[in-house]
């Protein structure tokens, strides 16, 4: 496979007063799948656009294969694209759809038809290759527009949000499947969604976007763990806000001092950042610093919903076995199983 | 309520056809009468006969078939492309481009020629070649409805920005994905503006040029029968015009179908 690294340097980009792109730089490996993912108007949509050459940039440089491509055409980059809406070809059929990419490089049409053919197999559909786009389902025409973008054997795939108008199963399906043709083709991946688990499942880094600038780009594991801001902390999974008060790099919460990771030497009014899952929920009849609230049966783990005398609600995840006799207006102790916490100043 | 509709839809269907078919089976019953020597009234083709010996009737066919045809190349260059451009580009002046494109109805004949003709250079302006372009602008409410609901149903901006990414160019994707996606549109807004071309009276004759319909006029002014029998004729090629249209984009359809 042809992939190679993917570069956006210093990237800025305006729309009139707006600023979609403030000045972004970001560096893909060859055949890594990197996910841009943020709320909607963060320009992550934009910056897809510009690598495509669909969109042109105020400033900054766009490198593939450390080959400048900032103002090359878009049909010379050899970058395959999947849409958010259905992008298919209405008047061509799902293997006339594959086929069109080569058939613009002047491949020969008996060749491109086997490639075409190989690719739809490749996505499951081989019976479907004379349908016409109306006569197939939202994820199967997802399916061969993603057989169409490999069919020219992209340097780049630019996912733009290619399952959000896809019912949830499918969208499961699909984006398993996005992620094993990505691997066993090695091809270079940039992927936008607004959806984090989305995001988080299948790539090997996640950037975080909000205001136009990366807040952060790591591994989904770190992203999830370690968040560097509390805008990643409360964008990127569930996240308490508990209320307590700092002194100097210790915050005391629910009786104990736990370290700051981001001191900023202020003391005073601080909300902790716990995720639901470090927050541990034991029985203490008479001795509590929590009421029950509710508990919800989610399978293997069980969301417990409590409050605290001052009237914090705090969400706790545990196991389904040891939480069977939480039941509502139950007094409970919570503590924090971390030796680290974020805050964020209110 | 159903009862009432199943009767409903038949009897306007039926008044319909009554509306259409009895002024022209009277036409064409009028059309092939002639007149015996004796004044006594007589059904035969002569009156047919008499338009084939007429010198002038190829004559004005042809040259009407000729500006319509230009007219409908005018559409194919500068009205197709218009509506594309509008829907890849300009969405947000569509609404104002919708109103400006029925002023051709709503303003005068008598004000448009005059008005439209000032616009063009005088070299235009003494040839017949201007009416065309009057067609095409005249044609306008028509074509532009068409082609921009033709064009509403299809997301072209994605999907000629799918093919730019496959790597088609301009050129292209108008070609191999705008083009043919428009097809059944632009197949529409073809056929009105010759149909409308070649029967176009009202201007043709304010500016002072002869083409078939104005013919056809002048003709109805000696030989009345002879003129009906005229206007019977381009009535039935009208119609089969349309019905080979109608054939020809029904059994494209077909074919999409049958594909399956």
Redesign the interface.
């Known amino acids: 496979m042809k992939s190679g690294t993917l570069e956006l340097i210093g990237i800025s980009r305006r729309f009139g007063q707006t600023i979609a792109l403030d000045n972004l730089n970001l560096t893909i490996g060859a055949g890594e799948l990197v996910a841009l993912l943020g709320p909607s108007g963060c320009g992550k949509t934009t910056a897809l656009r510009i690598v495509a050459g669909l969109e042109s940039s105020d400033a900054g440089v766009v490198k593939l294969k450390d080959r400048d491509v900032t103002n090359l055409s878009a049909h010379l980059r050899n970058m395959g694209m999947v849409f958010q809406s259905y992008s298919l070809f209405p008047n061509l059929s799902a293997v006339e759809n594959v086929e069109f990419g080569l058939k613009m490089r002047k491949v020969e049409k008996g060749n491109r038809r086997k490639q075409a053919l190989e690719l739809l197999e490749l996505v499951g559909l081989t019976t479907q290759s004379k349908r016409f786009p109306h006569q197939l389902s939202g994820g199967q025409q997802q399916r061969v527009a993603l057989a169409r973008a490999l069919a020219i054997q992209p340097e780049v795939l630019l996912l733009d949000e290619p399952l959000s108008a896809l019912d949830a199963q499918v969208r499961t399906n699909l984006r398993e499947e996005i992620r094993r043709l990505q691997l066993s083709l090695g091809t270079t991946t940039l992927f936008v969604t607004h959806d984090q688990e989305e995001a988080m499942a299948i790539s090997d880094r996640v950037g975080v976007m909000s205001n136009g600038h990366l807040e952060q780009i790591d591994t989904p594991d770190v992203l999830y763990n370690n968040p560097a801001s509390t805008f990643v902390a409360n964008f990127v999974g569930t996240m308490n806000h508990i209320p307590a008060e700092q002194q100097g790099d210790l915050v005391s919460i629910f009786g104990k001092s736990i370290r700051v990771k981001n001191p900023n030497g202020i003391s005073g009014s601080v909300s902790v950042l716990v995720r639901p899952e470090s927050i541990e929920v034991s029985r203490a009849a008479g001795s509590g610093n929590a009421k029950v609230i509710t508990r919800s049966f989610l399978g293997a783990s069980s969301q417990i919903i409590c409050q605290t005398p001052e009237g914090a609600v705090i969400q706790a995840l545990m196991p389904s076995n040891g939480s069977g006799d939480l039941h509502p207006g139950e007094d409970v102790a919570l503590s924090v199983m971390l030796s680290e916490v974020l805050v964020a100043h209110v | 309520m159903k009862k009432s509709l199943s009767i409903a839809l038949p009897s306007t269907l039926a008044i319909a056809a009554l509306f259409i078919f009895l002024p022209f089976g009277s036409s064409a019953e009028f059309s092939f009468r002639s007149y015996s020597p004796e004044g006594k009234l007589m059904h035969s083709f002569a009156p047919y006969q008499w338009i084939l010996q007429q010198p002038e009737f190829m004559s004005h066919l042809l040259l009407s078939f000729k500006l319509s045809l230009i007219a409908v190349a005018f559409t194919a260059i500068l009205v197709v492309p218009s509506v594309a451009w509008l829907h890849l580009k300009a969405q947000s002046f569509r609404s104002i481009i919708e109103v400006v494109t029925i002023l051709p109805l709503v303003i005068p004949v008598v004000a448009l020629s005059i008005g439209v003709q000032a616009a063009f250079p005088d070299w235009l302006q003494s040839t017949e070649y201007e009416l065309p372009l009057m067609y095409v602008i005249l044609s306008l409410p028509f074509t532009f409805r068409i082609l921009d609901n033709g064009l509403q149903a299809?997301?072209l901006k994605?999907?000629s920005?799918?093919?730019?990414?496959?790597?088609?160019?301009w050129p292209?994707?108008i070609i191999?994905?705008i083009a043919?996606?428009m097809?059944s549109a632009v197949a529409g807004a073809f056929f009105l503006t010759f149909a409308l071309s070649l029967g176009e009276f009202t201007l043709t004759s304010l500016l002072h040029w002869d083409t078939f319909p104005t013919w056809v006029t002048s003709v109805s002014q000696q030989n009345i029968i002879g003129a009906i029998a005229l206007s019977v004729f381009s009535l039935t090629v009208a119609f089969v015009v349309l019905l080979l249209v109608g054939l020809f984009s029904s059994q494209t359809k077909k074919r999409?179908e049958v594909?399956?």
């Open positions: 299809i997301p994605t999907i920005e799918a093919s730019r990414g496959l790597g088609a160019n292209k994707t191999f994905v043919p996606v097809r999409t594909a399956e």
